[in-house]
């Protein structure tokens, strides 16, 4: 298991009332990879408070948008839940 942090924003930030949070992650292989779905999977179960926003929002690793299916490294990658904006 690894520990890794994930950035909040907007409205995640304020229903945590966190700018990051903390997750353990059971990385798959010697590859030290989840499935950015996993990442998902584990914000919800860990913050049930997120669980009705998660579907509408994006991870972003290395700021860069990833789909869920993608595999993403635990090491040496900054983690960011994106949820909707809104705005003009």
């Known amino acids: 298991m ?7 924003f907007a409205s995640a930030k304020e229903r945590v009332g ?3 949070v903390s997750l353990e992650l059971t990385a798959e292989g010697e590859t ?3 499935t950015a779905g996993y990442v998902m999977e584990r ?3 860990e913050y049930p408070c997120l669980l009705d926003l998660l579907p ?3 991870l972003a690793v290395n ?3 990833v789909s869920e299916a993608s595999l ?4 040496d990658s900054e983690f960011a839940l994106i949820p909707p904006v809104s705005g003009g």
């Open 2 to 8: 690894l520990k890794k942090n994930v950035l909040l």
């Open 43 to 45: 914000l919800g179960m």
């Open 18 to 20: 966190s700018t990051e």
């Open 56 to 58: 509408s929002c994006r």
């Open 63 to 65: 700021c860069e948008y």
């Open 72 to 75: 993403v490294p635990l090491v």
């Open 32 to 34: 030290q990879t989840v």
